[in-house]
């Protein structure tokens, strides 16, 4: 496979929040434009704010129109907002919602017919980007909706060889146990396979269930989450190759490092997951959308209001990002050609006399 510089598209989210700093932190270092090619989709003036606002070294930006002008070795930009628009930062305004938006949804465009090749988003506040188009409860269903083609979305979260996704995301804790169902672990399981072989290069993933309940349940005692729909969920998905074990406690499965013997932990709710990640990788996770055909990921934090503009964020979170899609890409490219034309297979009939294979028919000379 022949490789080539990758297009990374990388949209300024929130520009109330620290998503600039993390982005102009990140490309000050000259060789992250030696790995690939990133194209900014935001505004070159809010970029300046905040580099002034912090005073931090100047990146050497280019503007172009469109992403078939992105130039090598350089850090390209797309403005995608008003000249004039206004940055109060620490504060959500709907003038932020509006243009991570618009950014968002010019990077999502271009991705959808090939113009970059993945996408990398800084953080948004959920609530203030809401209008009549974007009425998700984030990028993850955003961009199922919009990019899925009719598959579903799985989020993980990654940080080297931890990787957690989940059962259930964004929805109320009052509202988590009615949606714990066979129907809906079975196919989160299959799309965490499928991924750690196409997307992390895992031959054979070793998938840790975690329970819903403390205890696991205790065989029905605290709830029956995990005999009535966990464990059923797990056989039905066995018998679909995926190797999975548990359902675990997710006190003594994280409290004893089990995660360490495993390829993926599925989290049955978002805090479950993600409470422990982030105390384990908070500063280098890294959120990737599973499942659909594009790559997607972001930094593992949100906006941080509290602390924009005060040059104290760390970008590292964001670099990391950037890195995941450039391995995840690479990977599932090579999945694609090693699996596009499957050798047909050969059966022998080992100790017997391979009735199943006759190498004499005329057929069969070439093998």
Known sequence: MEERMIKVGITHGDINGIGYEVILKTFQDLRMTELCVP?????????????????????????????????????NLINCV?????VELTQSTAVAGQAAYKALEAAVADLRKGAIDVLVTAPINKHNIQN??????GHTEYLEQSCGNGKKALMILMSGELRVALVTGHIPVSEIASHITVDSIVPKLQIFNQSLKQDFAIEKPRIAVLALNPHAGDAGLIGKEEEDCIKPAMAEAEKRGVMCFGPFPADGFFGARMYEQFDGVLAMYHDQ?????????????????????????????????????????????????????????????????????????????????NEKLDLTKEEDETI
């Open 82 to 86: 008003e000249d004039d628009i206004k």
């Open 273 to 353: 997951g993600l409470a422990p990640f982030k105390a384990l990788a908070m500063d280098d996770g890294v959120n990737y959308t599973a499942g659909l055909p594009i790559v997607r990921t972001s930094p593992a934090h949100g906006t941080a209001y509290d602390i924009a503009g005060q040059d104290l964020a760390s970008e590292n979170s964001f670099r990391q990002a950037v890195y995941a899609a450039l391995d995840i890409y690479r990977n599932r490219m090579r999945y694609q050609e090693a699996t596009a034309h499957p050798l047909r297979k050969q059966y022998f009939d080992k100790g017997g006399d």
């Open 39 to 75: 194209i900014i989709y935001g505004s070159s003036k809010v970029a300046a704010y905040h580099r002034k606002a912090m005073n931090l070294p100047p990146v050497n930006i280019n503007v172009i129109s469109q992403a078939a002008d992105a130039g090598l070795s350089r850090v």
């Open 132 to 137: 009549e188009t974007f009425h998700f409860p």
